[in-house]
Every structure is written in structure tokens, then in C-alpha cells.
């Protein structure tokens, strides 16, 4: 199956990603991000990546996924999160939030 590339979601530092869950669809009024898999190895590296095969996400469209981690324990320790997309074979994240 040919890649196309990649999301890459990154927790800050602070939280703690439950590896053991994967990730999930949070309701239907989303649309579920087109992952070929959630790969456990990942969540237990501190990110989950979902590999694109053949396809691409629209930039119109919403795409929702509910993932499990465990909140920092001291009040004011969450910080923001990166998601980078990554076209396969590149050197540097497309777009980057």
C-alpha cells in the first residue's frame, strides 16, 4: 500500500499518554481521520502518528479523534499541543499548528 504521509499529534511534555488506548472516533459528527493504523509503539514514544495511505485529509473537512492521556497533576502545567502533516519522504512537516 502506497503512503502518502502522516499526522503527527504531540502532548506537551506534561501529559502522559495512556499507550495501552487507542485512538477513537468521538462522535458521528466528525469525520474520522483516514489512518491506516495508530501504531502503539508511538503513544509509547509520547505521540501518536497515523500513517495516510493513498489519500489526503481536506482542509474543509473536520476530522475529530479522541485520545487518552492523563492530566499533568499541577494546576497551570498544560501547555499547547502540535499536530504537524507530513508528506511522505519529506524532510519538514507541511503545515504545522
Do not use: H
Not at 502518502?4 to 511534555?13: E, K
Not at 499507550?19 to 509520547?46: F, H, I, K, M, V
Not at 519529506?90 to 504545522?96: D, G, L, M, T
Request: proline residues 12%; glycine residues 4%; aromatic residues 8%.
Amino acid at each position: 500500500q502506497t503512503m502518502s504521509g502522516m499526522i503527527v499529534i504531540l502532548p506537551p511534555t506534561s501529559f502522559t499518554i495512556v499507550a495501552t488506548a487507542a485512538p477513537q472516533l468521538p462522535n458521528p459528527t466528525y469525520n474520522e481521520l483516514p489512518c491506516t493504523s495508530w501504531p502503539e509503539a508511538d503513544r509509547l514514544a509520547g505521540r501518536w502518528i497515523c500513517p495516510i495511505a493513498d489519500t489526503a485529509p481536506f482542509k474543509e473537512t473536520t476530522y475529530g479523534v479522541r485520545l487518552k492521556v492523563v492530566n499533568p497533576s499541577e494546576p497551570g502545567a498544560a501547555r499547547s499541543w502540535r499536530v504537524e502533516l507530513w508528506e511522505e519522504d519529506a524532510s519538514k512537516p507541511v503545515a504545522a499548528t
